[in-house]
């Protein structure tokens, strides 16, 4: 299983991440990336931080 985390004061709001994630799991809120869809179907695949240039998106595996 995998733990995706966005850190709000790095994200920049662009939506990258929420575009790339094949699980979509990511959403835009309120102009910042957020973990809305269910966090155990989380692929692992890190297309969402591979696509994320402040670093704000992380990927842990546990």
């Known amino acids: 299983m995998y733990l995706v985390n966005v850190d709000q004061e790095k994200c920049s ?3 990258e991440c ?3 994630c094949p699980a979509q ?3 835009m809120v309120e ?3 957020e973990v809305t869809g269910d966090p ?3 692929l ?3 297309s ?3 696509v994320c240039s402040t670093g704000a ?3 842990q595996e546990y």
């Open 44 to 46: 692992g695949c890190e």
């Open 48 to 50: 969402c931080t591979s």
């Open 13 to 15: 709001g662009c939506g």
């Open 57 to 59: 998106v992380t990927v």
């Open 40 to 42: 155990a179907e989380c």
């Open 25 to 27: 799991i990511l959403s």
């Open 31 to 33: 102009g910042k990336a």
């Open 18 to 20: 929420a575009a790339a």
